[in-house]
Structures are given as structure tokens and as C-alpha cells.
């Protein structure tokens, strides 16, 4: 199993106790940490840092900073030197996908070709409306998302978009150089690309996107969602006649690790930044955190992973309360829960 991990930006409200004028040094610290961080073995604990493509924090907006994820990329790329960037996940509809395809190959070329591009439909309204991109239906966004990814892709393996005439999407010779760094393997053959991480488990069409085009998908719940999901996937890729295998399916998952003091204690910060912040929310908020399949001792988590593991699960991806003033918990996962996982260092790429 391969290891990522979300750094602080503001959205769920873990920049709070931070105070503006340092939030780029914290983030830049945990950024490195992350880029440097180690098993007992000497190897790589995590692969990758993530960021959300969000304006407004949640669970509910305030006039707490939430920084913007393609600008904080571009700064992770000249901020790092070996660890994979990624956002899960950019939204399709926040930025025309010629743009988009131009921003994150920029990045790439920035970061020695170690982006990663999460995508999904969009789903937080109020945001939507609030920076005026009204709140289409889900099938027009799911489209959209569809669409996006054809012309992204196009426009990483051959530097131009050609002429595409979609429902949502029309474009004609919109260039990309330079090309992505990196490549991904197309009908046997190494192309210009970035990796396609399509985000969501809707089953008739974001897995069906996702199997069409996906070098990676990301779906959570627990085990017994994560393995319906996983065969409606295998589904979508028997019926169009893609290897199944070729997709690495990853997850996000919220980690509360150490003792059942520790984890007492992460609770109470968190129920303080949420009665503090968003009180009308924080019930329900602190009930996810309460059944997030990650929470317990390092040997609790690890049996955890490994049925996840054994179902195919490739990729986690974790989110660490207060890992903005506290980096206890992303040590003891990296020294306890990644080596009994991976085994072998982040492969590089």
C-alpha cells in the first residue's frame, strides 16, 4: 500500500489557531516534513501531499482563511523535492479544463513532473453560487466532469486540444507546451500526461468516467461500500473492454491514532474548533470523526488497512487533526502503521 497525506489549508477550519501571517510557514513546514518523512526501515513514509480545491471552509462558511489550492500547488512544487502534489480533488467546473491542463502543467514542469490531478463533478452549492457559477444539475456537472478530463488529457499527450464539440465543452487547437513532464502508459505506449485521479463513487456515471480514463479512482466508506464500489467499477471496465487492473483505487480517510487518551484528546480540540467556529454543525461533524474506520492504536489501524488492503484497496490518503501544531500522530502512523502496509519505500516515478 502506498501513503499520502492532506496538509492544513484552512478548509476544515485547521488553520484556526494559526495566525495569518504564518499559515504559508506552517504549511511549508508540514509540506517538507512530509517530503522527508521516514519508516524505521529508512524508507519514504508517504508519497504524496494533498490539498482540497475549496473557497469556503466547511462544514459551513466563515471568515476563516481557506487558501486556494492551484496557487498553494504551485508553491508545494517550488516549496519541495521529492514528494508527489495533488488536490483531492479540483473541481471540473471552477476553471475551464484548456486552463486548467495549462496551470497543472505548469506545475508539473515546476515540480520536475510530480503533479497529480484529482477531479470530480463539485458538490458544495453554497460555493457555487457564491462565486457565481451557479449550481447546475448533478448530471450536467457529472458531464462536465466527462468532458473536462477528454480535453485534459488530449491536450497533456499531444500539446493541443484539437477540435472538440461536446454538450458542455467546445474547443479548437487550444495548445499546451510545454507537455507534462511525466507520462502514463496509452494502448501500450508511454504519452505525455499527468495522472488522472477521478474522485466520487456515484455508480452510472462518475465510475463509468472514471473507467474510461482513470489512472487512479478515490471512493470511501467503509469496507463493504469500498467493495461494491470496487465491482461496479471492475463493471464499467468489463463493458468497455479496460483492464481493471490498470486503475489504482486509493480512499481519504480521517485518522485518529494513539491511545484512547490521545484520541480523547484530539476529539476535544476538535469539538472546540467546531463549537467555536461552526456550533450548528459540530454534532454531526463530530460523529463522522467517531466512525471513521481509522481510529484506534496503531495495531487497530493497521488490521483496518489490511482488510481494505486485501479488498484492493492501493492508496491511502490521510487527514491528521491539529497536524498543523501537532506531528506526534504522522510520526507514529509513519513508524507503526506504513512499514506493516508497504513494506518497500514510495516508488518513484
Given at each position: 500500500?502506498?501513503?499520502?497525506?492532506?496538509?492544513?489549508?484552512?478548509?476544515?477550519?485547521?488553520?484556526?489557531?494559526?495566525?495569518?501571517?504564518?499559515?504559508?510557514?506552517?504549511?511549508?513546514?508540514?509540506?517538507?516534513?512530509?517530503?522527508?518523512?521516514?519508516?524505521?526501515?529508512?524508507?519514504?513514509?508517504?508519497e504524496s501531499a494533498?490539498?482540497?480545491?475549496?473557497?469556503?471552509s466547511v462544514p459551513?462558511?466563515?471568515?476563516?482563511?481557506?487558501?486556494?489550492?492551484?496557487?498553494?500547488?504551485?508553491?508545494?512544487?517550488?516549496?519541495?523535492?521529492?514528494?508527489?502534489?495533488?488536490?483531492?480533488?479540483?473541481?471540473?467546473?471552477?476553471?475551464?479544463?484548456?486552463?486548467?491542463?495549462?496551470?497543472?502543467?505548469?506545475?508539473?514542469?515546476?515540480?520536475?513532473?510530480?503533479?497529480?490531478?484529482?477531479?470530480?463533478?463539485?458538490?458544495?452549492?453554497?460555493?457555487?453560487?457564491?462565486?457565481?457559477?451557479?449550481?447546475?444539475?448533478?448530471?450536467?456537472?457529472?458531464?462536465?466532469?466527462?468532458?473536462?478530463?477528454?480535453?485534459?488529457?488530449?491536450?497533456?499527450?499531444?500539446?493541443?486540444?484539437?477540435?472538440?464539440?461536446?454538450?458542455?465543452?467546445?474547443?479548437?487547437?487550444?495548445?499546451?507546451?510545454?507537455?507534462?513532464?511525466?507520462?502514463?502508459?496509452?494502448?501500450?505506449?508511454?504519452?505525455?500526461?499527468?495522472?488522472?485521479?477521478?474522485?466520487?463513487?456515484?455508480?452510472?456515471?462518475?465510475?463509468?468516467?472514471?473507467?474510461?480514463?482513470?489512472?487512479?479512482?478515490?471512493?470511501?466508506?467503509?469496507?463493504?461500500?469500498?467493495?461494491?464500489?470496487?465491482?461496479?467499477?471492475?463493471?464499467?471496465?468489463?463493458?468497455?473492454?479496460?483492464?481493471?487492473?490498470?486503475?489504482?483505487?486509493?480512499?481519504?480517510?480521517?485518522?485518529?491514532?494513539?491511545?484512547?487518551?490521545?484520541?480523547?484528546?484530539?476529539?476535544?480540540?476538535?469539538?472546540?474548533?467546531?463549537?467555536?467556529?461552526?456550533?450548528?454543525?459540530?454534532?454531526?461533524?463530530?460523529?463522522?470523526?467517531?466512525?471513521?474506520?481509522?481510529?484506534?492504536?496503531?495495531?487497530?489501524?493497521?488490521?483496518?488497512?489490511?482488510?481494505?488492503?486485501?479488498?484492493?484497496?492501493?492508496?491511502?490518503?490521510?487527514?491528521?487533526?491539529?497536524?498543523?501544531?501537532?506531528?506526534?500522530?504522522?510520526?507514529?502512523?509513519?513508524?507503526?502503521?506504513?512499514?506493516?502496509?508497504?513494506?518497500?519505500?514510495?516508488?518513484?516515478?
Amino acid at each position: 500500500m502506498r501513503f499520502g497525506l492532506f496538509i492544513p489549508q484552512g478548509w476544515r477550519l485547521d488553520l484556526t489557531e494559526v495566525a495569518p501571517e504564518n499559515h504559508w510557514g506552517t504549511m511549508r513546514s508540514l509540506l517538507q516534513h512530509a517530503d522527508t518523512a521516514t519508516t524505521p526501515t529508512g524508507a519514504f513514509a508517504f508519497e504524496s501531499a494533498w490539498v482540497y480545491d475549496h473557497f469556503h471552509s466547511v462544514p459551513a462558511p466563515t471568515d476563516q482563511a481557506t487558501h486556494e489550492a492551484w496557487t498553494l500547488m504551485a508553491a508545494f512544487a517550488a516549496s519541495s523535492e521529492r514528494v508527489r502534489l495533488g488536490q483531492m480533488c479540483t473541481c471540473m467546473a471552477y476553471r475551464e479544463p484548456t486552463y486548467l491542463a495549462k496551470v497543472a502543467a505548469t506545475v508539473d514542469a515546476i515540480s520536475g513532473g510530480r503533479t497529480e490531478m484529482g477531479i470530480g463533478a463539485g458538490w458544495y452549492e453554497h460555493e457555487w453560487r457564491a462565486y457565481g457559477y451557479g449550481f447546475p444539475r448533478a448530471g450536467e456537472r457529472l458531464l462536465a466532469l466527462d468532458e473536462g478530463v477528454q480535453i485534459m488529457a488530449n491536450m497533456w499527450r499531444t500539446g493541443s486540444s484539437g477540435t472538440f464539440a461536446g454538450k458542455r465543452y467546445q474547443v479548437d487547437g487550444a495548445l499546451c507546451y510545454p507537455q507534462p513532464r511525466q507520462t502514463v502508459p496509452v494502448d501500450g505506449e508511454d504519452k505525455p500526461s499527468i495522472p488522472l485521479w477521478i474522485a466520487g463513487g456515484g455508480e452510472r456515471k462518475t465510475l463509468l468516467t472514471a473507467a474510461k480514463y482513470a489512472q487512479y479512482t478515490n471512493f470511501g466508506g467503509d469496507l463493504e461500500t469500498f467493495v461494491h464500489k470496487s465491482q461496479v467499477l471492475r463493471t464499467h471496465c468489463d463493458a468497455i473492454g479496460r483492464d481493471f487492473a490498470e486503475i489504482t483505487r486509493s480512499a481519504n480517510f480521517n485518522v485518529l491514532i494513539g491511545s484512547a487518551k490521545e484520541i480523547a484528546d484530539k476529539e476535544a480540540w476538535l469539538a472546540s474548533v467546531y463549537r467555536k467556529h461552526t456550533p450548528q454543525k459540530a454534532d454531526a461533524e463530530l460523529e463522522g470523526w467517531r466512525s471513521t474506520p481509522l481510529r484506534g492504536t496503531p495495531e487497530q489501524i493497521t488490521e483496518t488497512l489490511a482488510q481494505f488492503q486485501a479488498a484492493g484497496l492501493a492508496y491511502t490518503i490521510g487527514y491528521f487533526p491539529n497536524a498543523a501544531a501537532d506531528r506526534d500522530q504522522l510520526d507514529l502512523f509513519a513508524r507503526e502503521v506504513v512499514p506493516a502496509l508497504s513494506g518497500t519505500a514510495s516508488p518513484a516515478r
